[in-house]
């Protein structure tokens, strides 16, 4: 049962993120490039292991949680990749560590641990292939030597340039990624790198100075949610649920001087995958601190921001940072 389960798990691999894999992806900007240089080094590894299975969505999110948050989202992020969660063993984490140590094994010599060199990249994410061809110096080209990897009737090329077990990817383009896809659905390999169709729970938070002027302050907080990652349920019509925000602005000394909660009920007409996968739900709170209200003191100051969905039973925190 366990050695089927592990045959059928892993149906398939999302196209576009090997694309963005093999091609480089752009970078994040340096909000996101300061937060990996904070990272613990136990958080480091996390990310680094995870590359080749986790969506840019998910190591954003990652990175902007506080640390306090860090370990239960890796236990999600796991939990979400489990094929069975009835069972005590989550068989797509074994098998994903497995293929990792026996990448390191198998792929020495090439200055980097096997699982980060291009034969390591392809054996994670597909496993082993089901026949290898090699061929030596002289016999395709005089300097180059080669490995054939094949699933199914689909070949994957490396090329050791000078023969000095040093093997590169070569190019692989989207329609030979969609065959390969196919094929190892067929053979039921393949590393899923994200179970479902459903995109994480998120929501983007900004916040507008509008005044300062002595104790006082005034500002607008914007919370925005994708409605593709919100689970809803479809009653008379209509998809809908219920958010629980919830706003908390400590100042310098780490004393609350403001707070709010509120409840909101985000529905759209049942059927509109357009609006699903563009649209966004969008809140807005005044921030007002008058004169009988405790001032924000000169510094950095907090503002925590909890976001729960009711029909998912998913919760999500975040923290923004600004000083006056």
């Known amino acids: 049962m366990r050695n089927n389960v592990r045959g059928t798990a892993f149906l398939r691999i999302q196209v576009i993120l090997l694309a963005v894999i ?15 240089r904070k990272l613990s080094p136990a958080n480091k590894e996390f990310l680094s292991l995870v590359r080749y299975i986790s969506t840019s969505e998910e190591e954003r999110i990652f990175l902007e949680l506080p640390d306090s948050e ?3 989202f890796q236990e999600e992020f796991w939990k979400r990749r489990d094929p069975d969660p009835e069972t005590e063993e989550n068989e797509f984490k074994t098998e994903y560590f497995s293929r990792l140590k026996e990448a390191n ?19 994670v994410l597909f496993g082993p292939p089901l026949d290898k061809t090699f061929y030596s110096m002289g016999q395709l080209d005089a300097n180059i030597c080669q490995e054939v990897w094949y699933y199914g009737a689909f070949p994957v090329i490396f090329v050791d340039e000078g023969c000095n077990g040093q093997f590169r990817l070569t190019h692989i383009n989207l329609d030979h990624l969609t065959e390969l896809t196919q094929a190892e659905k ?4 393949t590393i899923q790198p994200q179970a479902g169709g459903k995109s994480l729970f998120n929501f983007d938070l900004n916040l507008t100075k509008k005044r300062v002027k002595g104790d006082g302050f005034e ?28 706003l908390e602005l ?30 966004k739900y969008k809140i807005e709170v005044s921030l007002v601190l008058g004169k009988d209200a405790p001032g924000l003191r000169p510094g950095k100051n907090v503002l925590t921001v909890v976001l729960k969905n009711r029909t998912g039973a998913e919760e999500l925190k975040k923290f923004l940072e600004f000083e006056i």
């Open 250 to 279: 400590k100042d310098g000394r780490g004393e609350v001087v403001w707070s709010h909660n509120s409840t909101y009920e985000p529905a759209l007409e049942d059927g509109r995958p357009g609006t699903l996968k563009k649209g």
């Open 219 to 246: 500002a607008v907080v914007l919370v925005e949610v994708p409605y593709q990652g919100l689970w809803m349920n479809s009653v008379g019509g209509k998809l809908q649920t219920t958010l629980d925000l919830s």
């Open 105 to 123: 094994e198998k792929f020495v010599g090439e200055a980097k641990p096997g699982w980060l060199t291009d034969r390591g990249f392809i054996y």
């Open 186 to 189: 067929r053979f039921g390999t």
């Open 22 to 36: 093999l091609l480089g992806s752009l970078s994040s900007g340096c909000r996101l490039y300061n937060l990996r």
């Open 70 to 72: 860090k370990e239960k």
